[in-house]
């Protein structure tokens, strides 16, 4: 089973819709979690960190259930520019702080 | 501006001959790292540092070599690249151990490396 996973898509949704990705985990001692966002053949870039209590930045929230080893990212009112892969992240302690990524869910947002 | 610098971006080279990418970042963070990405795979880390003079392999070191002789300089160097060695490398830097509050990584532009 791979440490973090994630369906690769492709989402295909209208405008204004509203999208989630789920992403799993496997080390039940994972301690941080974050979603980046990556465009086509450009650099990860931070969307958002993932607190326990959940969070909510504009048209995103992210949750994290700890219980069933899940985060999630829910876009509300989906714009063109959301066109993207999401990354989901997963940072766990061990010798050094482990950072692992997951392979990235393909978002597209049609007119 | 804060960033993690890159070079190159493109780079198309024959197998076995000696390359080294460099990576450089502007924001005094301790840690710095090599990821490779390609299809199907994610990002894969290569190596990382937490600190000047102290690297240590990731999950996907063979083939690659690392130093950190100053903090704001981490580059990749490939002793004798092979096919396999194509792919999209990112250079990333953070404050603290791995990803740290919200700030998390800073990316750099990526290098796409093509070995024939």
């Known amino acids: 089973r791979k440490e973090v996973e994630q369906d690769p898509g492709p989402f295909n949704v209208p405008e204004g819709a509203t999208v989630a990705f789920n992403c799993t985990y496997s080390n039940s001692a994972s301690q941080s979690f974050f979603w980046y966002r990556q465009d086509c053949r450009k650099e990860p870039k931070l969307l958002m960190s993932?607190?326990?209590s959940g969070n909510e930045d504009g048209r995103f929230t992210a949750q994290l259930n700890r219980a069933s080893q899940y985060i999630s990212l829910l876009i509300r009112d989906s714009k063109l520019s959301d066109s993207a892969t999401y990354l989901c992240?997963?940072?766990?302690?061990?010798?050094?702080?482990?950072?692992?990524f997951g392979t990235g869910t393909k978002l597209q947002v049609i007119p | 501006e804060a960033q993690v610098t890159q070079n190159p971006r493109y780079l198309i080279t024959v197998t076995g001959k000696k390359l080294t990418v460099t990576c450089s970042q502007n924001?005094?963070?301790?840690?710095m790292s090599w990821y490779r990405q390609d299809p199907g795979l994610g990002l894969r880390q290569i190596y990382y540092s937490m600190n000047v003079e102290v690297t240590d392999k990731g999950d996907v070191p063979e083939g690659y070599k690392v130093s950190r002789k100053e903090k704001r300089n981490f580059p990749l160097i490939l002793e004798s690249p092979s096919p396999n060695q194509t792919s999209l490398y990112f250079c990333a830097s953070s404050s603290g151990q791995g990803l740290y509050g919200d700030r998390g990584y800073t990316f750099g532009s990526g290098t796409r490396l093509t070995v024939v």
């Open positions: 993932v607190y326990s």
């Open positions: 992240v997963v940072k766990s302690l061990g010798g050094y702080q482990k950072v692992t």
């Open positions: 924001m005094n963070h301790e840690y």
